[in-house]
Nanobody, 115 residues
Framework: QVQLVESGGGLVQPGGSLRLSCVASGSAFSILDVGWYRQAPGKQRELLARVRTGGSTIHADSVKDRFTISRNNAKNTVDLRMNNLKPEDTAIYYC?????????WGQGTLVTVSS
């Protein structure tokens, strides 16, 4: 069973950058599509970016100019690089892996953008 652990969240000033990492346990990671989501207080969870097993990526229009997803199957990691962060980016960020009916979530990491 694959488990996901996110890291890299924290407090950052507006305009700053963060790199979130999602590390997976288990040998099946390379066959899973992996995405980053976020959920702000009082809002629905939203998809930010996803990287497929073959390496192709999609990014939400709202963040595509500032966020970049990448994966390293050798290290079982998927990173989300976030630049020019804004206060409205404050949320809990979640890693998600899926294949067919299988779907796995991490516990989330908090990102706070504030001066």
């Amino acid at each position: 069973q694959v488990q996901l652990v996110e890291s890299g969240g924290g407090l950052v000033q507006p305009g700053g950058s963060l790199r979130l990492s999602c590390v997976a346990s288990g040998s099946a990671f390379s066959i899973l599509d992996v995405g980053w989501y976020r959920q702000a207080p009082g809002k629905q969870r939203e998809l930010l970016a996803r990287v497929r097993t073959g390496g192709s990526t999609i990014h939400a229009d709202s963040v595509k100019d500032r966020f970049t997803i990448s994966r390293n199957n050798a290290k079982n990691t998927v990173d989300l690089r976030m630049n020019n962060l804004k206060p409205e980016d404050t949320a809990i960020y979640y890693c998600n892996a899926r294949r067919g009916d299988l779907e796995i979530w991490g516990q989330g990491t908090l990102v706070t953008v504030s001066s």
